[in-house]
């Protein structure tokens, strides 16, 4: 089988999968175990629990300011990240123009998070997180690959009209 656009996007959206799997693991573990060491917790510039655990780290850091802090819908980032990611992949399994456009705005969606928290990141926590930014690379190259397969439908479209 040959590796080409939609294989790759599944690729990425599984390893997305699990980075947020991770994410979520470390995340609810340090919450009950204040002591615990994540494998990439480098040192104190260069933590994913410090950033993981900080208002940020749920609903992006404004869900809290809308729906409260124990709200159903304040959720872990990486539990919005591993849904996107299984919306990638049932995105590729069909050839529905409406699946095509719904992963391409769940994509910019999810590319303009991972603006915001990279901003956060770098500036605000003055934090170097590697799980992060393993996530925006994926998060990036889906979008570039949903937009990608946008172009090819319309442009088949256009051809079976001619």
């Known amino acids: 089988m040959a590796f080409n656009r939609k294989s790759s996007q599944i690729v990425f959206a599984c390893i997305g999968i699990l980075v947020s799997c991770y994410a979520y693991y470390v995340e609810t573990t340090k919450e009950v175990d204040t002591?615990?060491?994540?494998?990439?917790?480098?040192?104190?510039s260069v933590s994913c629990s410090k950033v993981f655990t900080s208002k940020w780290g749920r609903g992006l850091g404004l869900l809290e300011n809308i729906v409260g802090r124990h709200h159903v819908l304040n959720q872990p980032n990486s539990v919005f990240g591993i849904i996107y990611y299984i919306i990638c992949i049932i995105s590729e399994m069909t050839t529905s123009l409406m699946a095509v456009k719904l992963v391409v705005a769940a994509?910019?969606?999810?590319?303009?998070?991972?603006?915001?928290?990279?901003?956060?990141?770098?500036?605000?926590?003055?934090?170097?997180c590697v799980v992060c930014i393993s996530m925006y690379v994926v998060n990036t190259t889906l979008l570039i690959g949903s937009i990608v397969r946008y172009f090819r439908v319309m442009a088949h479209q256009k051809h079976k009209e001619k």
Do not use: G, H, K, R
């Open 107 to 128: 994509s910019i969606l999810s590319f303009a998070s991972c603006l915001w928290l990279a901003y956060i990141l770098f500036f605000v926590l003055n934090d170097i």
């Open 35 to 44: 002591s615990y060491v994540a494998l990439c917790d480098i040192n104190p």
